[in-house]
């Protein structure tokens, strides 16, 4: 079972009208008017073609935390918002440290088929920060783990730090750094500074990020390995990523989508939704990573999609955890913050979004964007939309989203993966019919590699 989709009329990131043919998985033919039996055809008038978008941060809680996210629930919540690939975070329970689980959660996402879902690898046993995690039989897996993170904690003892960097550069790899100090943020509930003392909340100060993302460049520059700095959040933290850029250092960055919108002041109100880690920043901070993401010293956008149950939420702020969902809203989000403020334009958006992170992940197939023999994967958007954000639009287990009840521009019309329909008209494809879809093309694919 697969399917040959026409795409009519749509305008690729660069301004170019054209027509996509997909035909066995891949994008067969770009041109005017292809003329060509399909099972499927969209009338794309008016929609922007980008390549599938990938993130590199993505929490799908599975295995462990079921009644916050599935790698199921967590997919679905991703094609509805346009990605074709996620990488699933290591904090899972077990945590995501040994070959078996990474190949647990991979063929999870094989199984569901509606993203490629590519573990990341714990970089300490348990994230606890004492040893190192089995990296080598990670990378050697099925699973075929590339990035390596205790993400939500900080690989905060400099020694581990620099053998993880180590072990990784023999095959490619990349470690990315949730960037905390642990001992300048113990109990942090907010941005330090005049508004978290008004609030009576203690202070995050931005320098427990810049201090260890300034060890780490250097240790990295020390090493010569690939270093990735997740979730960056500050004005000082954009300025020592951009000196290590300018001296070679191997380094890449991503901001996520509420970094780019949203301030501190949310936090005024004491609403949970508003509490993340890293905590949102001053004004300053956020054109700083506009202009970080502009310039190309923060490298992609990643959206730390971050469910959490009702309960863990619906609670004193200072009881309630940290994290936002993201994946339903990244697109619009990135559309409101940077393309409608004129500071990127849809190519850009196709590298900070798509080739980019792959590229980082060692995701193939992603290089060449929307071209004639690439894979398969991407999505259909209508940039003039406008619609007030709410539940409805959540596909995730998680209500957490920050942008509840505001009005978001644009909306995912359609989402290629694979070359078979994950989203149509804006909704998910049913899941039975995804699965069938996932199951026939890695035949087919399997079938590539032994023929
Ligand atoms: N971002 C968050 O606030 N929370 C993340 C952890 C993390 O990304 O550090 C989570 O796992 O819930
Ligand atoms: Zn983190
Ligand atoms: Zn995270």
Not at 271 to 299: F, M, Q
Request: aromatic fraction near 4%; proline fraction near 3%; include cysteine.
């Amino acid at each position: 079972m697969t399917e040959t989709i026409l795409v009519r009329g749509a305008t690729l990131a660069d301004g170019t009208r054209t027509d996509i043919l997909v035909r066995a998985g891949v994008i067969a033919e770009l041109g005017k008017a292809i003329f060509a039996s399909a099972d499927r055809l969209i009338d794309a008038d008016g929609l922007i073609a980008l390549p599938g978008l990938v993130d590199l941060h993505t929490h799908l809680r599975e295995p462990g935390f079921e009644q916050s996210e599935t790698v199921l629930t967590g997919s679905r919540a991703a094609a509805i918002g346009g990605f074709t690939a996620v990488h699933a975070m290591a904090n899972t329970s077990p945590v995501a440290d040994t070959a078996g689980v990474v190949e647990q959660v991979q063929a999870l996402g094989v199984a569901a088929g509606y993203v490629t879902v590519r573990p990341i690898g714990a970089v300490t046993v348990g994230l606890e920060g004492r040893q190192l995690a089995e990296i080598g039989a990670m990378a050697n897996s099925r699973a075929r783990v590339r990035v390596f993170s205790d993400d939500g904690k900080c690989v905060s003892d400099a020694l581990l730090m620099r053998r993880a960097l180590e072990y990784v550069t023999t095959f490619g790899g990349v470690v990315a750094q949730h960037a905390q100090e642990p001992r300048l943020t113990e109990g942090a509930q907010m941005n330090e500074g005049t508004l978290s003392g008004e609030l009576g909340l203690a202070g995050w100060p931005a320098v427990a990020e810049e201090s260890i993302i300034a060890r780490d460049v250097l240790l990295a520059q020390h090493v010569g390995a690939r270093l990735h700095i997740c979730h960056l959040s500050t004005a000082g933290s954009v300025d020592v990523v951009r000196w290590a850029k300018a001296r070679g250092i191997a380094v890449t960055a991503e901001v996520t989508p509420h970094h780019l919108l949203l301030t501190e002041q949310l936090a005024s109100g004491y609403d949970s939704r508003y509490k993340v880690n890293p905590p949102l920043r001053r004004d300053e901070d956020v054109h700083a990573v506009r202009a970080g993401l502009a310039d190309g010293t923060i490298d992609i956008v990643a959206t730390d999609h971050a469910p959490h149950p009702v309960e863990a939420k619906d609670c004193e702020w200072e009881a309630a955890a940290f994290g936002m969902v993201g994946l339903e809203s990244a697109l619009s989000v990135v559309q409101a913050s940077v393309v409608d403020t004129g500071l990127l334009d849809w190519s850009d958006v196709a590298r900070v979004f798509s080739r980019a992170p792959a590229a980082i992940g060692r995701l193939d197939g992603y290089d060449r964007g929307i071209a004639v023999g690439s894979p398969a994967e991407f999505t259909l958007y209508d940039a003039s939309a406008s619609r007030v954000f709410d539940t409805s639009r959540l596909r995730g287990k998680g209500l957490n989203s920050p942008y509840l009840e505001t009005t978001l521009p644009g909306r995912v019309v359609a989402t290629i993966h694979d070359g078979y329909a994950t989203v149509l008209d804006g909704e998910l494809v049913e899941a039975d019919a995804v699965a069938r879809f996932a199951a026939a093309a890695g035949a087919r694919e399997a079938g590539v590699r032994n023929g």
